[in-house]
C-alpha cells in the first residue's frame, strides 16, 4: 500500500529529501521499495554494501504486537541481529532461525564484528573475519550481511540500515565499559529476546580442542601436517609419532582379537551342527538295528521262516491210500528196530542184547 508522506513531517528530527515535498506544499506518494527476504536458497546472502535499502518511504515505528499481527503489509519487518559467530555451529543457526521465525514476513540483517574490533574487546578468534562473513553469507535464516559491524548500536546505524528489532538472548551482555550494551535497544522497545542452546558455544568447542590438545596433534601430524605449521617441539613430535605407531599396533592386535573371536565362534556353530547331525544319524542307526535285530526284528523272522521250512524238508511224508502197508495196524506205523520202547526199557544189557537178537531174525523171516 503506498505511504502517503509530507517531506519535513515524514519523520521528526530526519532531514529532508529531494522529492519529498511538491510546489504549494502538496503530497506525494511514497511506495516501499526494500529488499525482499530471499525465496530461493540458489545463492549466498548478499553483504549490505551491495544490495543496501534505498526505500526512501518513512519508516513507521513498530510495536512487537503490531509486527506478530504481520503489519505493514507492504514492506517485511527488518530484524537485525549481531555476533562473532566464530567458529559457526547449531547454536548460532538456532540464534537465527528464532530471529527470522520472530514475525509473520521479516527480513534478517546478520551483523559481524571485525577482528580488530573483536580481538580489542572479547579476544582472538579462531577464523578470520572474511571466514566469518562467509560462514553467515550461506545460512538459510540470512537475508542480508553486515560487514565490520559496530559493537554498540547506535541511532545513526539503525536508521541508516531501517532496522525495526534487534534479537539478541536476554543475558545482560557487558562489555566496553558498559553494563549491557542492548539496554538503549530494550528500553526503546526494540528488543525481542532469543533462547541460548544449552551445550554448544565457541568457548565449549575451543575447550574440548585445548583439553584433547595432544590428541589433535597427532591427528594432524598424522594427515600430513609438519610440526613446526601445528608449532610443536622436535621432542613432541617424535613423542606423538611413537604414540601414533603403539595406536597402530593396538589396532592390529584388536583387528586379530576380533578375527579370532570371528572364527571360534564359527568352529562352535560348526561343531554344534555336526553334534546335531550326529545325534540324528546315531538315532536313525540305532532304530535300524532294533529293526533288523530286535525281538520282533527282521531277522527273527527270516530264521524263523527259515527254521520251519528246514523242519519241513526233514520231516517223513504221509504214505499214499494205495501203498501195500494200508493192511497193516492203523493204529501206528512198525518203528525202527532201533527205537526202544519208552515205557518198558531193558532191565539189562543182557536182556537188550537179547531183543537186538531176536529182532534181527524176525528180518530174516521176512525176507
Same mark, same amino acid.
Given at each position: 500500500?503506498?505511504?502517503?508522506?509530507?517531506?519535513?513531517?515524514?519523520?521528526?528530527?530526519?532531514?529532508?529529501?529531494?522529492?519529498?515535498?511538491?510546489?504549494?506544499?502538496?503530497?506525494?506518494?511514497?511506495?516501499?521499495?526494500?529488499?525482499?527476504?530471499?525465496?530461493?536458497?540458489?545463492?549466498?546472502?548478499?553483504?549490505?554494501?551491495?544490495?543496501?535499502?534505498?526505500?526512501?518511504?518513512?519508516?513507521?515505528?513498530?510495536?512487537? *504486537?503490531?509486527?506478530?499481527?504481520?503489519?505493514?503489509?507492504? +514492506?517485511?519487518?527488518?530484524?537485525? @541481529?549481531?555476533?562473532?559467530?566464530?567458529?559457526?555451529?547449531?547454536?548460532?543457526? +538456532?540464534?537465527?532461525?528464532?530471529?527470522?521465525?520472530?514475525?509473520?514476513?521479516?527480513?534478517?540483517?546478520?551483523?559481524?564484528?571485525?577482528?580488530?574490533?573483536?580481538?580489542?574487546?572479547?579476544?582472538?578468534?579462531?577464523?578470520?573475519?572474511?571466514?566469518? %562473513?562467509?560462514?553467515?553469507?550461506?545460512?538459510? %535464516?540470512?537475508?542480508?550481511?553486515?560487514?565490520? @559491524?559496530?559493537?554498540?548500536?547506535?541511532?545513526?546505524?539503525?536508521?541508516?540500515?531501517?532496522?525495526?528489532?534487534? *534479537?539478541?538472548?536476554?543475558?545482560? %551482555?557487558?562489555?566496553?565499559?558498559?553494563?549491557?550494551?542492548?539496554?538503549?535497544?530494550?528500553?526503546?522497545?526494540?528488543?525481542?529476546?532469543?533462547? +541460548?542452546?544449552?551445550?554448544?558455544?565457541?568457548?565449549?568447542?575451543?575447550?574440548?580442542?585445548?583439553?584433547?590438545?595432544?590428541?589433535?596433534?597427532?591427528?594432524?601430524?598424522?594427515?600430513? %601436517?609438519?610440526?613446526?605449521?601445528?608449532?610443536?617441539?622436535?621432542?613432541?613430535?617424535?613423542?606423538?609419532?611413537?604414540?601414533?605407531?603403539?595406536?597402530?599396533?593396538?589396532?592390529?592386535?584388536?583387528?586379530?582379537?576380533?578375527?579370532?573371536?570371528?572364527?571360534?565362534?564359527?568352529?562352535?556353530?560348526?561343531?554344534?551342527?555336526?553334534?546335531?547331525?550326529?545325534?540324528?544319524?546315531?538315532?536313525?542307526?540305532?532304530?535300524?538295528?532294533?529293526?533288523?535285530?530286535?525281538?520282533?526284528?527282521?531277522?527273527?523272522?527270516?530264521?524263523?521262516?527259515?527254521?520251519?521250512?528246514?523242519?519241513? @524238508?526233514?520231516?517223513?511224508?504221509?504214505?499214499?491210500?494205495?501203498?501195500?502197508?494200508?493192511?497193516?495196524?492203523?493204529?501206528?506205523?512198525?518203528?525202527?528196530?532201533?527205537?526202544?520202547?519208552?515205557?518198558?526199557?531193558?532191565?539189562?544189557?543182557?536182556?537188550?542184547?537179547?531183543?537186538?537178537?531176536?529182532?534181527?531174525?524176525?528180518?530174516?523171516?521176512?525176507?
Amino acid at each position: 500500500m503506498p505511504v502517503l508522506a509530507r517531506g519535513a513531517e515524514s519523520e521528526p528530527g530526519l532531514p529532508k529529501r529531494p522529492g519529498d515535498e511538491r510546489p504549494g506544499g502538496a503530497m506525494e506518494e511514497l511506495e516501499h521499495t526494500c529488499p525482499q527476504p530471499r525465496l530461493t536458497l540458489t545463492a549466498p546472502a548478499p553483504f549490505a554494501d551491495e544490495t543496501s535499502c534505498q526505500c526512501r518511504a518513512p519508516h513507521e515505528k513498530l510495536t512487537i *504486537a503490531q509486527a506478530r499481527l504481520g503489519t505493514p503489509v507492504d +514492506r517485511p519487518v527488518r530484524v537485525y @541481529a549481531d555476533g562473532i559467530f566464530d567458529l559457526f555451529h547449531s547454536g548460532h543457526a +538456532r540464534a537465527l532461525m528464532q530471529a527470522k521465525t520472530l514475525f509473520p514476513n521479516s527480513y534478517l540483517l546478520v551483523g559481524v564484528c571485525s577482528d580488530d574490533l573483536t580481538h580489542k574487546f572479547k579476544g582472538f578468534t579462531v577464523m578470520n573475519e572474511t571466514e566469518r %562473513y562467509e560462514a553467515l553469507r550461506h545460512c538459510r %535464516y540470512v537475508d542480508e550481511v553486515i560487514r565490520d @559491524a559496530p559493537w554498540t548500536l547506535t541511532p545513526e546505524f539503525l536508521e541508516k540500515h531501517k532496522i525495526d528489532f534487534v *534479537a539478541h538472548d536476554d543475558i545482560p %551482555y557487558s562489555s566496553a565499559g558498559s553494563d549491557d550494551v542492548y539496554k538503549h535497544i530494550k528500553e526503546a522497545g526494540m528488543f525481542v529476546p532469543t533462547q +541460548r542452546t544449552e551445550g554448544i558455544s565457541t568457548s565449549d568447542i575451543i575447550t574440548r580442542i585445548v583439553r584433547d590438545y595432544d590428541v589433535y596433534a597427532r591427528r594432524n601430524l598424522q594427515r600430513g %601436517y609438519t610440526a613446526k605449521e601445528l608449532n610443536v617441539s622436535f621432542i613432541n613430535e617424535k613423542k606423538y609419532r611413537f604414540q601414533n605407531q603403539v595406536d597402530k599396533m593396538k589396532e592390529k592386535v584388536k583387528n586379530v582379537e576380533e578375527k579370532s573371536k570371528e572364527f571360534v565362534n564359527k568352529v562352535e556353530e560348526k561343531s554344534h551342527d555336526l553334534i546335531q547331525k550326529w545325534e540324528e544319524k546315531s538315532r536313525e542307526f540305532i532304530g535300524n538295528f532294533l529293526e533288523l535285530f530286535g525281538p520282533d526284528g527282521a531277522l527273527k523272522q527270516m530264521f524263523q521262516e527259515r527254521s520251519g521250512r528246514m523242519l519241513q @524238508a526233514f520231516s517223513p511224508r504221509q504214505s499214499p491210500s494205495s501203498s501195500p502197508t494200508r493192511g497193516r495196524s492203523p493204529s501206528r506205523s512198525p518203528s525202527p528196530p532201533w527205537v526202544f520202547n519208552k515205557a518198558s526199557p531193558p532191565s539189562s544189557p543182557k536182556a537188550a542184547s537179547a531183543s537186538l537178537s531176536s529182532m534181527s531174525e524176525g528180518d530174516e523171516d521176512e525176507k
